[in-house]
């Protein structure tokens, strides 16, 4: 089996920046709402993008602009706290690079927070295609973002692979009609197990460059 087109997750995926989101979303539920939210009400809101997020749970409508802002404020504020650059990340990426894969992202975060994520993790130039949750009007695990990707690169779908941390991803990679694999390989990940049952599962990102090493 050989992929030529290589699709991932962002949160959770190619960064730890679960935490971060988490930590900014308490802050502003607080704040605002008055409302103390753990770590699972936090991620049962995942999907929409961040502002979509407070939109859809807060009360207070009107405080929601404002909420938005002190949201991304911390989370450019606090990203370095937060997040570390990822050796192994950036190497498979290279990696990918060289092999002349197609490298493809689809994430449900906000535009505006991935660029600061880019610019901060170094990521700049290096993916083929962006799709964040603004330029979609089905976010996962609705496949739209991943079928915009295959037509962008004209892609094979049994040479094509979804890569996510949530069971939400596995189900969009397979409802766009391709392989799909589960990772664990981050210190956080948005879903404890699989039932859409992914192609395959890593808990190490070396199982996944050794699969490609023994491409045919």
Known sequence: ????????????????????????????????????????????????????????????????????????????????E??????????????????????????????????????KLGFKGVFDSIITGDDVSNPKPDPEGINRTLTKFEADLDSSIYIGDANGDIIAGKAAGIHTAAVQWLPVSQSNSFPAHPDFYWTKISQFTDLLKDEH
């Open 82 to 119: 937060f997040v570390e650059q990822n050796d192994e990340i950036v190497a498979l990426l290279k990696f990918l690079k060289e092999q002349g894969k197609k490298i493809g992202l689809i994430t449900g975060k906000a535009h505006r927070a991935y660029l600061i994520s880019e610019e």
């Open 1 to 80: 089996m050989k992929f030529r087109n290589v699709l991932f997750d962002f949160d959770g995926t190619l960064a730890n920046t679960l935490p971060l989101t988490i930590h900014a979303m308490q802050i502003v539920f607080e704040k605002y709402e008055g409302r103390i939210l753990n770590h699972e009400e936090i991620v049962a809101m995942f999907g929409p993008t961040e502002e979509g997020m407070i939109a859809n749970n807060f009360m207070n409508k009107a405080k929601v602009p404002e909420a938005i802002e002190l949201y991304f404020e911390l989370y450019e504020k606090d990203h370095a």
